[in-house]
């Protein structure tokens, strides 16, 4: 099913405009913009023009901070804690039902663990998708960048896994930590630690430990592709013992053909079974 651009009434609402076109209610679109791995730099063009067309930008104080050098006085500014998910959504659609056109700001990819789905489901509860005009631009997910920290980690299948547990059940992401490493994926860890959260990475290792080598290469990386990016290379038996893993944080565990040379991690894509390299 094609979403259909003229099914908004969105002809007579520009940037500035405020209420009713022939009494109805006129939206101002909302569009979900992914920032990417947290520097400036990583914004895709998309993703800057559409932070710069809006009139009201809404987000995490964290991210609105990494983008505040590109941001205008004029410009409404929505800060919000890191737990206020469905207010910063509440707040995106009433200043859209006020005719503003509104950005809300997402770390990586908004679509990832990000405000997409949240903005999604709770616009289906209040009857008003297909109303309100709605944009996703994509931004680099936190994956790519930490995987382009050492080369090629994830040349073949791959799964993430975040280990919080706030929205998923601990059970839930045992099972799935169980298959992935049953199934020789690339596994992603996502949520490896938090103030509150410091003994599932060590928990999930031990249920990766029955299925893969202990000596499996492993990477962490913190703060990829910001100026502060710090990154390990180890062995899976080691990943829960170093001080750079916290929220800022992604593991990537290899597959069973992934080997470390130098600073590059490597998973073979499988040339090699083809043709002589
Ligand atoms: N929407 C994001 C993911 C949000 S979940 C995306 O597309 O990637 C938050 C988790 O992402 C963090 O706990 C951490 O595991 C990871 N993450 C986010 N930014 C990161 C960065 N710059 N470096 C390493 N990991 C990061």
Request: hydrophobic share 40%; charged share 25%; glycine share 6%.
């Amino acid at each position: 099913m094609q979403k259909k651009e003229n099914e908004y009434n969105d002809s007579c609402c520009d940037m500035t405009s405020d209420l009713d076109c022939a009494g109805a209610t006129t939206y101002g679109r909302i569009t979900l913009v992914g920032t990417g791995p947290g520097d400036i730099k990583h914004l895709t063009k998309a993703a800057t023009e559409a932070i710069e067309e809006c009139s009201v930008i809404i987000g995490y104080s964290t991210y609105l901070k990494q983008i505040s050098a590109m941001l205008r006085e004029e410009q409404e500014k929505l800060h919000f804690n890191m737990k206020d998910e469905i207010t910063r959504c509440e707040a995106a659609i009433n200043k859209s039902m006020e005719g503003k056109r509104v950005v809300i700001v997402s770390g990586g990819d908004a679509g990832i663990y990000g405000m997409s789905g949240l903005l999604l489901e709770l616009l289906e509860k209040k009857s008003l998708i297909g109303k309100i005009p709605l944009d996703f631009v994509p931004g680099v997910p936190a994956f790519c960048s930490a995987a382009c920290s050492m080369g090629a980690p994830i040349m073949n299948d791959f799964c993430v896994i975040s280990l919080s547990n706030l929205l998923t059940p601990w059970e839930e992401i045992e099972k799935r930590l169980d298959f992935a490493s049953k199934a020789d994926f690339v596994i992603i860890i996502y949520n490896p630690k938090s103030a509150k959260r410091k003994d599932e990475l060590t928990a999930a290792k031990e249920i990766l430990l029955k299925n893969i080598s202990k000596i499996r290469p492993a990477a962490i990386v913190k703060a990829a592709s910001r100026p502060d990016e710090e990154i390990v290379i180890t062995t899976l038996e080691h990943i829960d013992e170093f001080s750079l893993v916290s929220m800022n944080t992604t593991i990537i565990i290899g597959n069973s053909t992934t080997f470390v040379k130098d600073f590059y991690m490597i998973t073979k894509r499988g040339y090699g079974n083809k043709y002589q390299l």
